[in-house]
Structure formats: C-alpha cells, structure tokens
C-alpha cells in the first residue's frame, strides 16, 4: 500500500529556513487527511515576510518601468518645456482626453479632461483669500468641449473651454504654468515642500552633531532656529541651554513650533516622583526606553521636558534612534516578520480614562513602536500550538530589537541640569530615564506635547530654510552608515 501523502505542518511552514532540527521533529509531518486549512489567528494576519508582497503581474512591471524610463529621460532633457500639444484635439470628442507629447523623452501623457478642468486654478475656479475650490469635482459635466489649446512662449499651457459650467456656459480660460506640466511628465510634483531626509544615528554619531542650541536663538525664530530644527528633523533629538525657570517657559519654547497638543494629561504636566502615581514616569523608579501615548490613535509627535530642578543623585535621561535598531532587523526577515504582523495591545486605563490601541512594532508605512511599560498583560495571542511557535518567534525577535535599542553604543546619556530643555521626535526616538535617589534631592521636569500635523506644518513652512541648514549639518557630521550600534559588536 503506498504512503498517505503527507505536508509539512503550518507551524514548520512558517519556522522556514533556520527551524532547529529538534523544534522541526516535534512538529513533524501531518497526514494530509489530517491537515486543515490555514486559519487566519484573530486579532492579526498571517505572518508574512515583509518581500512576501504579491508580485505585480508582467505587464504591469514592464508597463511601470516604461514609465520610470520616460520620466527618467524627461528629467534628464535639455528643454523640458519644449513639449508639444495637438491643437487639432480640440474637435475631438468632448469627453476624450487631451495629449501632450515631449519628443525628446518620447512621453506622452494623457490628460482627462475633467481632471484638467478640476486642476484650473485661476481665480474664478479658486478663491483668492482663502485659497479654496469655489466649485466641487462632481458637479464638473460630462461635455468639455474644448475651444483652443496652446502652448505658450513660457512653457504655460492654456487651455480654452467652451459653453463652461462656471461662465453661465461661455468660454474659460485655464492656464497650467510651466511648473505644473514639469511634474506631470517627471511624475513627481513640484513646487511642493519637501523636507531633508533623516540620519540614522548612534550615540558617537549624535554627539558629533550640532545638538545644542540657546534659548535665545530659538525664540529669536532666525538662522540659528532654523539649524535646530534642521537637527530636530535629521537625528529627532535637541537640546535646548539657558531656558528661564518658569512653568510657562515649556509653552513658550513649544509654541515656536505652534499650537500645544492637549492630551488627557492636560496642556502640560510635571515629571516629578510622588506616591501612588498613576504613571511610572512620576516614580523614581528606572523608566526604559519608550514612546509615549502609543494607547492613543494619534500618539503625539514632538515632547518637550524642560528642566525646573535636578539635584538627586541618578535621574540621568536616555534616548535611543529607533529606526536605526530598525533598519538593521528589517534586514532580517526571520526577525523583521513577526515584527511587522503581529500587534501589540497597548492601554491606559486610569483616574476615569480608558484608552487601548494595537501596533505592531513595525509598521508596513514605515513607523516604529515600542513601548513595553504600557502594554497590556492581555495580548491578543492565540491560545493553540500554533499562537505557541508564532509568539516564540516574536519574543526572540522582539529580543533582539530591544538588545539593539539598548546598545551602550546605541544609547545617548544626559542628566538634564536646570534651564535645559530636551526636543525630541517621540515617533522615532526613545527616552527612558535611570533610577534616582528621591532622599538625595529633587527632580522636576515641565514637560508638553506637539502633534504631527502642526511639526509637518512647521517643516513645509520652512522648508528651504531647514533644508540649507540640514545640508550644513549633513556636511559637519556625514550621514550614519552603521544603525546597528556603532561598533559593529553590537
């Protein structure tokens, strides 16, 4: 009789390359006979490998780097306004799309014809005070019959339109400048602000950076603020000198940035140790490294601490580049899996609030969270052989995360001294805080929170002013190359 054809068990599957030998006889060869389909664990999705992604299908690869190769060579071109528009499209039918074509990078790019009505920005189509549409996308017609269409001496294309739902159905005049029709072809948009990357840092590589900045210049709102933001966005860390002893300071030096995040605990708080606290950072307890208010759909983006007293022996703060550990376990993909699938439960619930979120620590768009005093004894594994192996490999890879994170070559240390401030970006860089002696002295920190939106505000406004400052920078300390610690033994 010949043999029940067998497969290789869920679990092992999932083990993939490295399973010790011992591990993968306990799980063993199932019957197929025996073998259910795969259930989805509740809570999370298969675990999968971050390269796992569903291939694009052949035409859709080839159709895509055509693509890229025309953009390329557009962008590379000597004249990119010299593109050409078929004036002859205007009899065409009044719902085709119109083409524009720049012969020297053999793009052609096809236009919709609502979506370049949609696009107008003339002053009848956008209010010029507030900088709004005066009309919706839908209530754009069917029938856009197109009276002319030009290219002029600029680069500008104009476009007229005719029997026009906003001229009481005369004509209307759309003018799209040069810059527009350059990031239709190069497929980018320009003209829009874009903020300097990051560098991925470690504790040597941070102190070499311009990390230090007065109180004066940072409220003077001029070059030397504008460097520190510029150090803010590149390591997400910034140190603040000579800051008045005041409660209000923290608002004042937040409030450069723009409006305070109100959270549930309050528009600012104090870090100070006292009994029953109802967080462990109002203890004097060791605080390791983490991200603040991961409970909370938006956690907030920028914290601000401000030194009022610091004479206790120990209460030295720390702070660690998470993305740095990141991209080095994102190398990994039998660590970096479960990293990505698998959330966390993270909540709050004291003093009348109850807040609770999943993450996972890494997150497919980019982000990174962690932040072990706030996660639930609860987690969302499932109870079976296969939440077993599938926990297993989060626990060892989660390890491991950590032991980067915590790298004394990894970790920068500062005990903050009166009139010191500390900035930093709470999505990407961890603090924690060592344990101090509350009968040597006293600690108090005024600390207060800025939201994403208003710090990404803040970058697009000063966009071109951070941006030569961080290449200042960028020249001074060079980009980081090792985010595994610095040594290279971490």
């Given amino acids: 009789m010949a043999p029940r054809p067998t497969v290789v068990s869920l679990a092992a599957r999932r083990l993939g390359a490295g399973t010790p030998p011992g591990l993968a006889a306990r799980l063993g060869a199932l019957p197929l006979s025996r073998t259910a389909a795969p259930r989805r664990s509740r809570g999370f999705p298969e675990p999968l490998s971050p390269s796992a992604a ?13 693509q890229d190769s025309a953009q390329h060579r557009y962008r590379e071109a000597q004249d990119q306004n010299a593109w050409l528009v078929d004036g002859t499209q205007a009899d065409a039918s ?98 829009a602000p874009r903020t300097p990357g990051l560098s991925l840092w470690n504790r040597r590589e941070f102190e070499a950076s311009p990390h230090t900045v007065t109180y004066e210049a940072w409220m003077s709102a001029g070059p030397d603020f504008h ?49 029953q606290a109802e967080n462990v950072a109002y203890t004097s307890s060791f605080l390791g490294l983490h991200q603040d208010l991961l409970y909370t759909s938006r956690p907030p983006r920028l914290q601000f601490l401000h030194c009022l007293e610091n004479t206790c022996d120990g209460g030295e703060s720390i702070f660690s580049d998470a993305y740095a550990a990141a991209a080095v376990i994102k190398k990994l993909p039998y660590h970096a899996a479960p990293l990505y699938n698998f959330p966390i439960r993270y909540h709050y619930k004291k003093n009348g609030h ?22 639930t004894s609860d987690q969302p594994w499932e109870k079976s052989t296969e939440g077993d192996v599938s926990y297993s490999r989060w626990f060892q890879a989660a390890q491991e995360f950590r032991r980067r994170l915590e790298h004394e070559t990894s970790v920068y240390e500062r005990k903050l001294k009166p009139g010191q401030c500390v900035v930093f970006d709470n999505l ?20 207060t929170y800025i939201a994403d939106d208003v710090w990404k505000s803040k970058l697009y406004v000063l966009a071109e002013e951070i941006k030569a400052k961080f290449h200042q920078n960028d020249s001074a300390t060079g980009p980081s190359k090792d985010t595994g610690g610095g040594s290279g033994s971490a």
């Fill in 54 to 66: 569903p291939a694009r299908s052949y035409y859709k690869q080839r159709k895509a780097g055509t």
């Fill in 94 to 191: 009044e719902g085709a799309p119109l083409r524009i074509t720049h012969p020297e990078s053999r793009h052609t790019l096809v236009l919709n014809r609502r979506s370049l009505r949609d696009a107008c920005a003339c002053e009848r189509c956008v209010d010029p005070h507030s900088g709004q549409k005066t009309f919706g996308t839908t209530a754009i017609p069917a029938a856009l019959p197109i009276e002319s269409t030009q290219r002029l001496v600029d680069g500008s294309l104009r476009v007229v339109w005719a029997r026009d739902f906003l001229s009481s159905g005369g004509p209307h005049q759309s003018t799209y400048p040069p810059s527009t029709i350059r990031s239709w072809f190069a497929g980018r948009r320009e003209g």
């Fill in 227 to 275: 460097a520190a933001l510029a150090q803010l966005r590149q390591f997400g860390l910034v140190f603040i000198d000579g800051v008045p002893h005041s409660e209000d300071s923290v608002v004042a030096l937040a409030s450069q940035i723009g409006n305070i995040l109100e959270t549930l605990y309050g528009r600012t708080w104090d870090v100070r140790s006292k009994p």
């Fill in 354 to 375: 109850s807040y609770e979120k999943l993450r996972p620590v890494f997150e497919k768009a980019g982000g990174v969270y962690w932040s072990p005093p706030f996660q």
């Fill in 428 to 447: 990407r860089v961890l603090h924690g805080r060592r344990r101090f002696d509350t009968a040597s002295g006293n600690r108090w920190l005024k600390g």
